[in-house]
């Protein structure tokens, strides 16, 4: 009985260690928008089909300056075949820099460069603006964002969730 006992417990044990942990989400950095090219610079978000969306927001904030940029991706792009294929209902809308988008990339990286030692210290944040969502998802609308800053990197998930659009 203590053997079977042991031999369990050093089973669950084992079964524990062969378990890899779940990895760590790769972030969009400043280091990416100051080397990323403008052409390839993409994200896609995986949402219900019904659902339009406006633009992903690129959010820079620099503490060190006080200031703050916001890079819009607007532009429809083609679905990459790198992307996984979508769920039976949802649907990829993959958004590009428009011409004025990669203006401002260019420019912000000029003056953030101009101004800093190196993108270490910028803050950024991506969030998905939907233009229209059919009203049975505006408690809980599935989102998920792919981001693309290299071509032979590919895409990484930046983040994935419900969304609740109730004011």
């Known amino acids: ?3 079977r006992l042991f031999l369990l417990a050093a089973a669950g044990w084992l079964a524990g260690c062969a378990t890899a942990p779940e990895p760590a989400k790769r972030r969009l950095t400043g280091a990416d ?16 089909a019904r659902v339009a ?8 904030r620099s503490p060190a300056l006080d200031e703050r940029f916001v890079l819009r991706l607007q532009q429809p792009a083609a679905v990459d075949r790198r992307l996984p294929p979508a769920p039976e209902g949802l649907a990829w809308r993959v958004l590009a820099l428009s011409a004025e988008g990669t203006t401002t990339l260019v ?3 000029q003056l953030l460069a101009s ?16 233009a ?16 693309l800053v290299d071509n032979r990197e ?4 930046l983040g994935e969730g419900t969304l609740d659009l109730r004011p």
Do not use: K, Y
């Not at 969306?53 to 820079?60: E, I, S, T």
């Not at 030692?117 to 939907?130: C, I, K, N, Q, W």
């Not at 059919?134 to 989102?143: F, K």
């Not at 590919?154 to 998930?157: I, L, Q």
């Open 107 to 109: 420019a912000v990286r």
């Open 33 to 48: 928008l100051f080397a990323v090219e403008p052409a390839v610079f993409r994200a896609a978000v995986l949402t219900d």
């Open 154 to 157: 590919g895409w990484f998930t």
């Open 53 to 60: 969306v406006q633009a992903v927001v690129v959010d820079v």
């Open 115 to 130: 101004r800093l030692p190196g993108p270490e210290g910028l803050e950024v944040t991506v969030s998905a603006l939907p």
């Open 132 to 147: 229209m969502v059919p009203a049975d998802l505006i408690a809980a609308l599935p989102v998920r964002i792919e981001m």
């Open 1 to 3: 009985m203590r053997r």
